[in-house]
C-alpha cells in the first residue's frame, strides 16, 4: 500500500519523526571512523537477516524427503526476509523516519532536545503510521501481526533447544534429564531450562532489546562459522574414500559453497565482535567459554562414572556372594515410613542392622534418642556428628568405612520416603559397592 501510494497516488507520506532533526556525534566522518560505522551497520544488517539456524535445527521435525522440505522452507524464508527488509528500508526512506541510539539527546525538533520523555517507536510502527495513518484499523492490523510474529520468533527457541539439549544430553555433554520426554512428548526439562534462562536474561537486561541483541548476533555467528567449517570437513572425510565421479562432483561443490559460507560467515563475526564488543558481545563470549568449561566437566563426569561401572571381562568379585550383609537405615525422625522401613530391613535378614541418624540439630537428636528409649525399637542407634550441619557426607564417609573395614561384604543403605498424599510410604535400598 505504501508503494502504491508513492507510485501510484503520487502522496507524500510523513513519518511521525520528519520533522526531527538527528544530531551527528561527528562532523564529517572519514577514513577509520567512516569505515567502522560501516562495519557496525553491517553487522546489525546480518543480525536482521538471521534465523536460518531455525530450519536447520528442526529438520528431524520436517516429513520426507527432510532435506528436500528443510531446503524449501529456508528459501521461501530467504525470500520473504530479504523482501520485507528491503521493503521496510525503500518506504523507511521515503517518509523520512528518523532514528537515533540516544533519542533523549540526539533527536532534535526547533533546535532543542527532545529529551527523556520522548518515546521512540521502532521503524515499523513509524512506517506503518505514515502509510495507514495513527490509530486507523490497517495500523492496528499491523501492530498485532508484528507482536504475533515476535511471538513466533521467540517460540522457535523452545523448538530448537530442547531437541539440541537432547541430543547433547545423550552425547554425554548435559545431564541425560534432558534426553528425556515429558507426558506430551516433548523435552519438558529443556523447555523450562530455557524458560528460566530467558527470565533471567529478561531481568538482568531489564528487556531492552537493543542490549540483548548483542548476545543473539554473537551467538548466531558463531554456531554459522562452525556449522559451515564442519561440513567442509565432513565433505573432505568423504572426498577420500568416494570413487564415484559424479557423487564427487557434487561433494565437490558442496565444499566450494560450505567453504563460500564459513568465509563470509567468519567474516561477520570478525566485524560483529570488533565492533559489538563494548556493546555486550563481551557477554556472550564469557559465556561461551562457561558453557564449555561445564559441558566438559559434565563429559568427564559421565565418562569416569561409565568407567567405574563398567562391567568386567571374565570372572569379577562383583559375581561373587557376599560374606555379610550390612544394613543401614537412614533416621531423621520418627513417623510411618521410618517403621516401614525398620520393618522391611528386618525381612532383609541382614547379618547387622543398624539406624543411622546425623546429629545436626541437638534438640533434635536428643528428642530423637528418647523417643527411640521409649518406643522400645530394638535395632541400634547410632548418631554421627556433624559440626557443620552438613548430611550427605558423614553418611558416605561411614558407608566408606564400613566397605573398608570388610571389603567382601555388601552395605544396604535404606532410605524412608513418601510418595502419596494418602500417607503410603515405601523405601529405597542402594548397595554402596564402592562409597
Not at 565437490?252 to 567468519?266: D, E, P, V, Y
Request: proline share 4%; glycine share 6%; aromatic share 8%.
Amino acid at each position: 500500500m505504501g508503494v502504491f501510494r508513492a507510485v501510484v497516488l503520487g502522496d507524500e507520506m510523513h513519518a511521525p519523526t520528519a520533522d526531527l532533526e538527528i544530531k551527528p556525534e561527528h562532523q564529517g566522518l572519514a577514513g577509520f571512523a567512516l569505515l567502522f560505522l560501516l562495519l557496525r551497520a553491517f553487522s546489525s544488517g546480518c543480525a536482521a537477516l538471521t534465523g536460518v539456524e531455525a530450519i536447520s535445527n528442526g529438520v528431524p521435525a520436517f516429513r520426507k524427503p527432510k532435506s528436500r522440505n528443510a531446503a524449501t522452507t529456508l528459501a521461501l524464508m530467504g525470500l520473504l526476509a530479504v523482501t520485507m527488509f528491503c521493503g521496510i528500508i525503500g518506504l523507511a526512506m521515503a517518509t523520512d523516519v528518523r532514528m537515533a541510539e540516544n533519542p533523549a539527546h540526539d533527536l532534535i525538533r526547533d533546535g532543542v532536545p527532545v529529551g527523556s520523555d520522548y518515546v521512540q517507536h521502532p521503524v515499523i510502527s513509524q512506517v506503518a503510521e505514515a502509510v495507514f495513518g495513527a490509530g486507523s484499523f490497517l495500523f492496528i492490523l499491523l501492530a498485532a501481526a508484528t507482536a504475533l510474529v515476535l511471538f513466533l520468533a521467540a517460540n522457535t527457541a523452545y523448538n530448537g533447544f530442547p531437541l539440541l539439549g537432547s541430543i547433547l544430553a545423550q552425547d554425554r555433554y548435559l545431564p541425560r534429564q534432558l534426553h528425556t520426554r515429558g507426558d506430551r512428548l516433548a523435552f519438558s526439562n529443556g523447555i523450562v531450562l530455557l524458560a528460566g534462562a530467558a527470565i533471567l536474561l529478561v531481568w538482568v537486561y531489564g528487556a531492552d532489546s537493543t542490549r540483548l541483541i548483542q548476545l543473539y548476533i554473537v551467538g548466531v555467528f558463531v554456531s554459522f562459522t562452525l556449522s559451515q567449517t564442519g561440513m567442509v570437513r565432513h565433505w573432505n572425510r568423504h572426498l577420500r574414500t568416494e570413487k564415484d565421479r559424479a557423487r564427487r562432483r557434487r561433494m565437490i561443490r558442496s565444499r566450494a559453497i560450505n567453504a563460500f559460507g564459513a568465509f563470509f560467515t567468519g567474516l561477520v563475526l570478525v566485524v560483529v565482535l570488533v565492533t559489538k564488543f563494548t556493546h555486550g558481545a563481551w557477554v556472550a563470549l564469557l559465556g561461551m567459554c562457561i558453557f564449555f568449561a561445564t559441558m566438559t566437566a559434565i563429559r568427564r563426569h559421565y565418562d569416569r562414572v561409565a568407567e567405574e561401572i563398567a562391567a568386567p571381562e571374565g570372572p569379577s568379585d562383583d559375581m561373587v556372594r557376599p560374606s555379610r550383609v550390612h544394613s543401614v537405615v537412614l533416621i531423621s525422625k520418627i513417623h510411618r515410613p521410618t517403621l516401614r522401613a525398620l520393618a522391611y530391613a528386618k525381612l532383609m535378614r541382614s547379618d547387622t542392622l543398624e539406624a543411622l541418624s546425623v546429629n545436626v540439630d541437638p534438640a533434635e537428636t536428643k528428642a530423637l534418642r528418647e523417643e527411640w528409649e521409649r518406643r522400645g525399637i530394638d535395632v541400634p542407634l547410632k548418631v554421627l556428628d556433624s559440626p557443620y550441619r552438613e548430611i550427605t557426607r558423614p553418611v558416605i564417609e561411614y558407608v566408606k568405612s564400613l566397605r573398608k573395614e570388610s571389603p567382601r561384604d555388601a552395605v544396604s543403605v535404606i532410605i524412608p520416603s513418601t510418595w502419596s498424599a494418602t500417607g503410603t510410604s515405601t523405601c529405597c535400598t542402594t548397595r554402596a559397592r564402592s562409597g
